[in-house]
């Protein structure tokens, strides 16, 4: 699912899942993050707490998404992905350890 | 200071050897050389580190550059065997190299933090200079537009180590400030 992109079944989902006692999470959504040449695409991405970022390392180069607080680090490598459920709000910004060039950012929603 | 001294002096001999001097407009195969010898030459420098550094850091960045130059310069053979193109050696190429191998005896003489430090110190004016190279004369002469897509992206991870190696430095000088 593309960052941003509405769900047109989440109020029902969400009241039968609330009445279900089932955990919203369940709606989580998966958002793909491409890395190549050396750039994260798109560099800023908007997402829930509960969703899962996935970067997909298209580079034959290894890289990193790391957070710059140094909350996570999730190992990109060459031709691979690497993914990350999110489980805080707020904004983020992270980079690639290997190289600090590369920046980008998640803003994450409650 | 003789180490960051000689590292300077090869960063401008780099700009200012003849072929580059002289607004000579290099051709593909002589860039394609370029830019292989200027990883085959970072390689070296972090086998040489891997076998004498001690520090995790410094191993881990030098295992860093292994890997990337081997990954691109890899992707320079198959681009230049894909364009039918025979790189061909030069005087920036010659330089290059014999800069470094000057570097490298300099370096084998070092032994502990002081290795460290000039290794790590010689990767960030090294990488410096290399940018530099590609952005003013190797990129703009370039006419292949594959070769000139290889050579922008090696910029952008040559500034990336760049970077790492400015990381990298930061905390070897805090060390040093912390143990004596
Ligand atoms: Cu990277």
Known sequence: M????????????????LMAGISVSAHAATIQILVTNLEFSPTEVSAKVGDTIEWVNKDPLAHTATAKDGDWDVMLPPKKSGSLVLKKAGTFAYYC????NMKAALTVAP | MFIRLSAAIAAITLLSSPALAQGAKLT????????????????????????????????????????????VNKQALDLVKKLKVTPE???????LSKNAADERTKLSKLNGAAFDKAYVENEVAYHKAVDSALETQLIPSA????????????????QGHEQHAEHVLATLNQSVGHHK
């Open chain 1, 2 to 17: 593309k960052p941003g992109s509405t769900c047109p079944a989440f109020g029902a989902f969400a009241l039968s899942a």
């Open chain 2, 89 to 95: 050696d030069n005087d920036t190429s010659k330089t």
């Open chain 2, 28 to 71: 593909d195969p002589q860039i394609a050389h370029i830019a292989y010898t200027a990883g085959v030459i970072d390689i070296a420098a972090a086998k040489q580190a891997l076998a004498k550094t001690h520090n995790k850091e410094v191993k881990a960045f030098a295992e860093d550059m292994v890997r990337d130059h081997e990954a």
């Open chain 1, 97 to 100: 350890r290997f190289h600090p």
């Open chain 2, 143 to 158: 006419s292949n537009a594959e070769l000139k897509s290889l050579l922008q992206t090696g910029l952008k991870i040559f």
